[in-house]
């Protein structure tokens, strides 16, 4: 072999190699991790429900290959999809998917304490995290990373200002109201009372519908014990525990809620619990609710 077909060879292989490598994407998820997306995606696994409702209202439904079990009830997602278990999904099964990307939760590695994504990743299957959202804002963003990366950029902004526009309205039903009611927002039943306070999206869509958070002065997951909240006296209870049979029944029942303004009212309220946990565009079907529970008089008919 003369000199310049072994120059030519190299050349050649150095233009693939380079190829190769233009093909690859790498990205900063939205936990800060750099991760590289090698070539198209065309095979991904969520992991979580608010991550694939996103997904699927982007349109690109079809190219999911497994979901977390409680992304089952999500309308859209092809039939007999796989489904993995939230906490500890099954190693074995998503190599036999062999998925171009995972998109995956910050509450995944809570139930074992460590990252159950790891190996995977160390075998060259790309992982992206999305942590819990702190905002509304957050869930553009996550919105538009999801878009970015799954290289639909346009549908996502589409999204993005679909959302707004609704958020907008919601606002501004309420942009008159001097006297805001106050709201306990429940997310755990007794024993286990649980809400949340400042630095969370449930703080902010209570902002969003014009009223105020009695925990609002709290950062995060709240536990207050009953007589904190029978001492804030909210005006409206809002939960969306679905876990018991009569949520509403059970926290009109409880020992010194008769002295709740609330319960006194008649104003407790349950709330859908899907689009109220999932940071997803299709927050506005909560807050829709939580509006109407808390200011019923906008929506009724004139």
Not at 37 to 46: A, M
Not at 109 to 127: C, K, N, Q, Y
């Amino acid at each position: 072999m003369n000199k310049s077909c072994s120059w030519l060879i190299v050349l050649v292989i150095f233009l693939l190699a380079s190829c190769a490598a233009s093909k690859n994407n790498e990205i900063i998820d939205r936990s800060g991790r750099m991760v590289i997306i090698k070539g198209e995606v065309n095979r991904i696994i969520s992991t979580a429900p608010s991550n694939t409702e996103i997904i699927v209202d982007l349109g690109l439904a079809h190219k999911l290959v497994a979901v977390d079990k409680h992304s089952v009830n999500i309308e859209g997602i092809p039939a007999d999809i796989p489904l993995l278990d939230f906490f500890y999904p099954d190693a074995e099964t998503i190599i036999r998917l062999e998925p171009d990307l995972i998109i995956a939760s910050g509450h995944n590695p809570t139930g074992s304490g460590e990252d159950p994504f790891r190996l995977l990743s160390e075998m060259g299957i790309p992982v992206v995290y999305i942590p819990m959202s702190k905002s509304i804002e957050d869930i553009y963003k996550d919105i538009a990373f999801i878009a970015e990366i799954l290289k639909v950029k346009e549908e996502g902004e589409k999204l993005v200002a679909s959302v707004r526009n609704q958020i907008e309205e919601i606002k501004q039903k309420t942009f008159d109201v001097k006297n805001k009611k106050t709201v306990y927002f429940e997310i755990s039943a007794a024993p286990d009372m649980m809400t949340f306070g400042s630095g969370s999206y449930i703080d902010d869509m209570i902002t969003t519908i014009g009223a105020v958070n009695i925990f609002g002065n709290e950062n995060w997951l709240v536990t207050p014990g009953a007589e904190i909240i029978i001492n804030r006296n909210p005006d409206v209870v809002l939960t969306n525990v679905s876990y018991i049979d009569d949520p509403i029944t059970e926290i009109k029942n409880r020992p010194g809620f008769n002295h709740v303004s609330a319960v006194q009212n008649n104003r407790v309220y349950q709330i859908d619990t899907d689009s109220s946990v999932r940071p997803s565009a299709r927050i506005i079907k909560a807050l829709k609710q939580m509006q109407e529970a808390v200011y019923p008089e906008l929506y009724e008919q004139r």
